[in-house]
């Protein structure tokens, strides 16, 4: 556990991911030859612009069309390429469900799809990109890989991991700079969770900006005696669903978290899980359901109520259950 959480993150500053996002994809370029980035007239939004012009042969701009690039993306992977597809979450999810469904999924292809700025990280894009619903609608198709990117270290583990392995996959990221959460030497899996933090009270599961979020949380509810073990559920689907479990029957309370919506994300698919394996009190934070809006991401998660102190209720909600008391 010391291995994985940065024991200074408060005071990291990391790059923003759309800096960060190209110098990836140069260093997959060197690594492996099959791999493209494709692009739906955001090159400059993602970082991608110089690298086009580096590699004119290993990135497409595809225009305001993002049907087609995936399409174009599936044809490409049936020769044998590996194409990282990226537009805004939105695009990459809802606008284009039923290419990723036939030309992707269900064809069984090598696919690599990131939708970036999810949820409040659409900030200022107000509601029209705001993605709340596309954990939901991904994870519901076989042979999709769905994952969120917590940080900066996380990012190129993600990415390559993702090229390594065959198949189509939906990567959720922000542009913005997130807050450290791991440590540099810290080794990530797809399809296993992080355990940040050992605790025996409540377990808080979340993903991607909320991950940070409910570590905090875990560091308000110590000071009111309460310990939280807190998981990084960075792979959405498929879950793992072990860890789930193991900390259902460890702690016997469960809070989730995520930058989505609240309905068909991570805690519909830990509430799954446990109502299957281990049923024990579970609260979730999220999207209650309602359209995105305009605003700086600080705004945003106190208007949607993903705050740490958020958490910090329903977790003391979910004790409270526990517990057999009334709420």
């Known amino acids: 556990m010391k291995e994985l959480l940065c024991s200074n993150r408060t005071s990291i500053k990391d790059p923003e991911m759309k800096k960060l996002y190209p110098k990836v994809m140069e260093e997959l370029f060197a690594r492996y030859d099959k791999v493209l980035s494709m692009d739906a007239d955001l090159m400059r939004a993602i970082g991608t612009a110089d690298l086009w012009k580096k590699y004119p042969d290993r990135v497409i701009e595809c225009g305001i069309a993002e049907a087609n690039m995936i399409g174009v993306a599936a044809g490409l992977s049936s020769e044998g390429y590996i194409p990282i597809t990226h537009t805004f979450a939105p695009f990459a999810s809802r ?21 970036s700025d999810p949820g409040v990280t ?150 799954e899980c446990l109502g299957r394996e281990c049923p024990v009190p579970m609260e979730r934070v999220g999207n209650l359901g309602e359209f995105g809006d305009v605003g700086k991401l600080d705004y945003l998660s106190k208007r949607y109520h993903l705050t740490a102190e958020d958490i910090v209720q329903k977790a003391q909600a979910v004790i409270t259950r526990k517990n057999g008391d009334k709420i």
């Open 95 to 115: 606008r284009v469900m039923d290419q990723v469904f036939m030309s992707c999924a269900y064809a069984d292809l090598n696919v690599k799809i990131v939708g």
């Open 122 to 271: 659409a900030q200022m894009n107000g509601g029209t990109h705001t993605a709340n619903e596309d954990i939901a609608m991904m994870r519901t198709l076989p042979n999709v890989t769905v994952v969120e990117v917590t940080d900066a270290v996380a990012l190129p583990q993600i990415l390559e991991q993702a090229v390594q392995h065959y198949g189509t996959y939906y990567i959720r990221l922000p542009r913005c700079a997130v807050s450290r959460v791991y440590d540099e030497s810290a080794v990530l899996t797809i399809g296993k969770a992080s355990m940040l933090r050992q605790g025996g009270d409540v377990t808080l599961i979340a993903c991607g900006i909320e991950v940070d979020q409910a570590l905090h949380a875990a560091e308000i509810l110590a000071e009111k005696g309460i310990q939280a073990r807190v998981l990084d559920m960075f792979t959405i689907s498929p879950l793992d669903t072990e860890a789930v479990i193991c900390a259902a029957r460890d702690t016997g309370a469960i809070v989730t978290a995520e930058n989505h919506s609240i309905h068909g994300g991570l805690g519909d698919a830990v509430a």
